[in-house]
């Protein structure tokens, strides 16, 4: 199937009260993996491309730094891998920019070929936000792309967003958003965080996604609301990267029990990275130790010392500069490359397909509908947003 807007799937989670989880790719391989653990579940599948996950997936390892013209080039990279392995599979797929941090990186990511952009206001004033947002959504909506706002602070970090402490949303601000803007879904903040140190025992205040949801109802508006930072930094996984001398400390992820709460309460798309970088490192490592020749390997040996360098992080992207060719282009060269994607795919697939089971989404691919971004476009110009 082509690529298909945001909307139809959010439209499909309100109508039939399943949760969808939209998880972050940063390699073709990733990619490929998240499709077709979907496929297997008969779930649709938002893949998402954080900001600077584009500059990464351009070429540029400080993705920290990186440009908007790596950004180009990373969002056209990750696109085409979508394309390809979307093409092929009987599901409908969301290609989502995550935390786009100005009009330009959406406009980049839009012209790159997502379906569907986020941009992080959050950071200013309310009407401030209002008018980056509204900006946003007059350019992509014309293109049949839907548009994802935030309103509320996350603690945590997670590549450029950071916050000391939180500042939860206020259920009639949100509403307000909503109307002033015309996005298709908000990103709120109630008590989730960025990043795998979330702090123990965390409580989501369930109380704004209904007082959202309700006022939303009472006024027939359409949004969707979305939970960020809900990785659930599953404890196994910690424990085996640590047993294999990595050094993490601290991590704590949002239980899957109240995210499942959540989901009843009105959340309709669920955000998920951490659990996916923490699998596929794991994977690694112990590839390396039960295979130790790999360890001086050509190709992959680079991989094994920045592991070792690095033992306290765990985000892909850090060990991965030695394949970026693997890593941007899909390029497999030798049998010791082919054994690190093995390593990414089987992590992205353990991850997601547990999370596709308990938010609910398995089997509900065909209830989507299939729609086209001219076709979004002429829905959106109707309905004048």
Same mark, same amino acid.
């Given at each position: ?72 080039? !990373?969002?056209?990279?990750? &696109?085409?891998?979508? =394309? ?6 009987? $599901? *409908? +797929? ?96 109630? !008590?989730?965080?960025?990043? &795998?140190?979330?702090? =123990? ?6 109380? $704004? *996604? +209904? ?115 693997? +890593? ?58």
């Amino acid at each position: 199937m082509s690529l298909i807007p945001l909307r139809p799937l959010l439209e499909a989670s309100m109508k039939y009260g399943f949760g969808q989880g939209a998880f972050n790719v940063n390699a073709v391989a990733q990619a490929k993996a998240a499709i077709e653990v979907h496929e297997m579940f008969r779930s649709a599948a938002i893949l998402q491309g954080a900001d600077l996950a584009n500059g990464f997936m351009g070429g540029n390892t400080d993705f920290i730094h990186a440009t908007l013209e790596d950004k180009k080039i !990373g969002a056209r990279n990750i &696109a085409g891998a979508v =394309k390809k392995y979307a093409q092929t599979a009987a $599901i *409908p +797929v969301v290609l989502h920019l995550d935390h786009g941090r100005d009009f330009d990186s959406c406009v980049a990511a839009i012209e790159g070929g997502y379906t569907s952009v986020m941009i992080d206001g959050s950071f200013l004033p309310f009407d401030e936000n209002v008018e980056l947002t509204r900006e946003v959504v007059k350019y992509a909506h014309a293109r049949g792309v839907s548009v994802e706002g935030e309103l509320g602070v996350l603690a945590g970090v997670e590549d450029h967003v950071f916050a000391a402490s939180s500042t939860y949303t206020n259920p009639l601000s949100a509403v307000e958003f909503f109307q002033k803007t015309g996005v298709d879904a908000l990103a709120i903040s109630y !008590g989730t965080m960025h990043g &795998a140190s979330k702090g =123990k025992n965390v409580k989501l205040r369930k109380e $704004i *996604p +209904v007082a959202i949801r309700e006022c939303m109802n009472h006024l027939g508006i359409f949004g969707a609301l979305v939970s960020h930072g809900s990785s659930t930094v599953p404890g196994y996984i910690v424990d085996e990267i640590n047993a294999l001398g990595g050094e993490l400390a601290d991590t704590h992820g949002i239980s899957i029990e109240q995210l499942k709460a959540a989901i009843r309460c009105g959340i309709n798309k669920i955000n998920v990275d951490t659990d996916i970088r923490l699998a596929v490192t794991r994977n690694m490592k112990e590839l390396f130790a039960a295979r130790p020749k790999l360890r001086t390997s050509p190709s992959v040996g680079g991989i094994y010392e920045l592991l070792e360098k690095k033992k306290d992080q765990f985000d892909p992207r850090v060990f991965l500069p030695p394949i970026m060719d693997t +890593v941007m282009y899909g390029v497999v060269e030798d049998e010791d490359r082919a054994a690190i994607v093995d390593c990414i795919e089987r992590g992205v697939k353990e991850v997601v397909g547990t999370l596709i089971v308990e938010f609910g989404s398995f089997g509900k691919a065909p209830l989507v509908e299939q729609v086209s971004l001219e076709e979004m476009a002429e829905r959106y110009r109707k309905a004048g947003i």
